[in-house]
């Protein structure tokens, strides 16, 4: 299995802050991943796919970048409504599919 | 439109089956490439993925639960189905289906998720 590690665990920053968050693959996953936001209870909502490409009426102040085992989200310009917990997801090998443990974002 | 709901029991003993029931709109499971996946999250912890079934009825089960799982569909209703036996209270949480992005397997569209407690 391809184990994936996020971090941080959470987050506080302040309205008009970068922010970023770290997701590291076990293996070589070839830019397959995606990002979700899911805002406190609600569904999660897909931000990024293969690593780097924003999924549709996402704003443009969320990015990804990264490659190989390493990967990235990045805030710009920190808005109230980023607050949520991001999840990074891998899909270059499975069985089984696999996610980030998570990084809550919180407005200090 | 593409939208997706979840339904399932609320309840269940533990040893029971769990059935749940996705109903999904905007989109077909006859269509090259779709698919639809079941996720799980206990209250307040990360997602686990469970179970994708494809447009051609290619299945693919988390390893860790196979034993357990079962998905299935049916395609003219716009339905998708899975089962998980002999649950536990582990298995209590919110499951969600999605739907499979055309060109990878994440997930493009999410339902509301439904609640599934496991209590004696």
């Known amino acids: 299995d391809i184990q994936m590690t996020q971090s941080p665990a959470s987050l506080s920053a302040s309205l008009g802050e970068t922010v970023t968050i770290e997701c590291r693959a076990s293996?070589?996953?070839?830019?397959?991943l995606a990002w979700y936001q899911q805002k406190p209870g609600n569904s999660p909502q897909l931000l990024i796919y293969?690593?780097?490409s924003l999924a549709d009426g996402v704003p443009s102040r969320f990015s990804g970048s990264g490659s190989g085992t390493q990967y990235s989200l990045k805030i710009n310009s920190l808005q109230s409504e980023d607050v949520a917990s991001y999840f990074c997801?891998?899909?270059?090998?499975?069985?089984?599919?696999?996610f980030g443990s998570g990084t809550k974002l919180e407005i200090k | 439109q593409v939208t997706l709901k979840e339904s399932g029991p609320g309840i269940l003993q533990p040893s029971q089956t769990l059935s749940l029931t996705c109903t999904f709109s905007?989109?077909?499971?006859?269509?090259?490439?779709?698919?639809v996946g079941w996720i799980r999250q206990p209250s307040g912890k990360g997602l686990e993925w469970l179970a994708n079934?494809?447009?051609?009825?290619?299945?693919y089960y988390n390893p860790s639960l196979k034993n357990r799982l079962t998905i299935s569909k049916d395609t003219s209703n716009n339905q998708a189905f899975l089962k998980i036996t002999n649950v536990d209270t582990a298995d209590t949480a919110t499951y969600y289906c999605?739907?499979?992005?055309?060109?990878?397997?994440?997930?493009?569209?999410w339902g509301q998720g439904v609640m599934v407690t496991v209590s004696s």
């Open positions: 079934i494809w447009w051609d009825d290619d299945k």
């Open positions: 293996e070589d996953i070839y830019s397959n």
């Open positions: 997801q891998q899909y270059n090998n499975y069985p089984p599919l696999t």
């Open positions: 999605a739907r499979k992005a055309n060109y990878g397997s994440y997930f493009d569209y």
């Open positions: 905007g989109f077909s499971l006859s269509t090259y490439g779709m698919g």
């Open positions: 293969d690593a780097n």
